[in-house]
């Protein structure tokens, strides 16, 4: 697991989008002024709904994970899922569901989050990951339209996913079923910012000192850390439908000494790798949604104790130095997942028309 540290920069998803991983309690290892009236751009940046990537028909569905895998098995089923997924330009034209999990499975029925709105702006639109399920597009509308009583001018909207969901090309190992999206920790500026400015605009990093250094002060930096960060992200853990909040683990001991007697919420905000420069929302499993797994519900407490204890030492951030003669280990490769390690359904959405 590669774990980068890099001040004032923010590559959207760049870092351990693998918080589809945190389970368990202990880890192993300027208010703004009145916005204006949305403009309209140069180019058209909405992805059309009609345009949907036209792949080689799939003839039967993959078979079950416990079937036995062999010539059987036709050659595009053990091709990356990502290249297949990376390629689809629309949604699948089918009902709205979230299949498999946040990290292995895909998206029918997928909606668009329009690139721009009274109090959001997405960002990096070539990246074509501003689609999720409509659950997800309604949840991000609203807690946009609260930014601004929150003393937050608007949103800066990063990563969903893509048109049917599945493994990216690059990136996110979540993101996967529509339910995931990424929040700047920047606010909308008050006009509306260029194709060009939305692919080259740096998120910043609300970290006081780079965390892998021994020692290191593991706290936000107080020049660039607001209250208005806080209620904005109280605000989205408070929401129901939310099953977790991923967050800098200087940015969770923040949000512990902001809550007050108020602490209930803090259950969902979990503290991850990264997440330094944006927040994470996960939604739960939609009704409805057949053959979607929930990741299971955060420990009891508000998480500001023995395990925030421990991200914030220097356990997980200092690599280990080797022992004399001890040669370091290399991580190892990751293998990709494959058409045929998804859900059964996901070829169907995959090739939908």
């Known amino acids: ?81 990502k290249s297949l997924f990376g390629k689809a330009k629309g949604p699948a034209p089918l009902a709205a569901r979230s299949i498999g999990s946040y990290a292995r499975g895909c ?5 668009p989050m329009e690139v721009d709105g009274p109090t959001w702006q997405v960002m990096r639109l070539s990246r074509n990951r501003n689609w999720g399920h409509p659950n997800l597009i309604e949840f991000l509308k609203k807690l946009a339209a609260d930014a601004p009583d929150l003393g937050w ?35 909308m500026p008050n006009r ?10 740096s998120a910043i990093s609300m970290l006081k ?29 408070k929401d129901k439908s939310v099953a977790r909040i991923f967050v800098s683990p200087a940015i969770k001991k923040a949000l512990c000494e902001f809550a007050g007697k108020d602490r209930n919420w803090l259950r969902t905000v979990r503290p991850w790798w990264g997440h330094h420069y944006h927040f994470h929302v996960r939604l739960k499993c939609p009704r409805g949604s057949k ?15 023995k395990e925030l204890t421990y991200w914030l030492s220097d356990v997980p951030w200092v690599p280990k130095k080797p022992k004399k003669g001890e040669k370091p280990k290399k991580p190892a490769k990751k293998k990709s997942i494959t058409l045929a390690g998804l859900p059964n359904a996901c070829a169907t959405v995959l090739t939908a028309q």
């Not at 004032?8 to 918080?19: D, N, P, Q």
């Not at 979607?292 to 998480?303: E, M, S, T």
């Open 1 to 81: 697991m590669v774990r980068r540290w890099i001040l004032g920069t923010g590559m959207i998803g760049f870092l351990m989008s693998g918080a589809a991983a945190e389970q368990s309690i202990l880890p192993k290892t300027k208010p703004g002024g009145p916005v204006p009236a949305p403009t309209t751009l140069s180019a058209p940046i909405a992805p059309a709904l009609a345009t949907v990537t036209r792949l080689p028909p799939v003839k039967q569905a993959p078979p079950p994970r416990s079937a036995k895998r062999g010539g059987a098995i036709k050659a595009r089923y053990n091709v990356p899922a």
């Open 209 to 237: 000192e780079n965390m892998e250094i021994a020692g290191a002060d593991r706290r936000v930096h107080p020049k660039k850390w607001t209250r208005s960060h806080a209620r904005l992200i109280r605000r989205a853990a």
């Open 291 to 305: 053959g979607c797994k929930n990741q299971a519900v955060p420990p009891a407490g508000d998480g500001c104790g």
């Open 153 to 187: 001018n608007g949103l800066l909207v990063g990563d969903l996913a893509q048109p049917r969901g599945g493994p990216m090309l690059t990136g996110h190992s979540s993101h996967q079923v529509g339910l995931d999206a990424d929040i700047w920790l920047t606010q």
């Open 107 to 111: 998206l029918a029925g997928a909606a």
């Open 192 to 201: 509306r910012l260029s194709r060009k400015e939305r692919e080259e605009i």
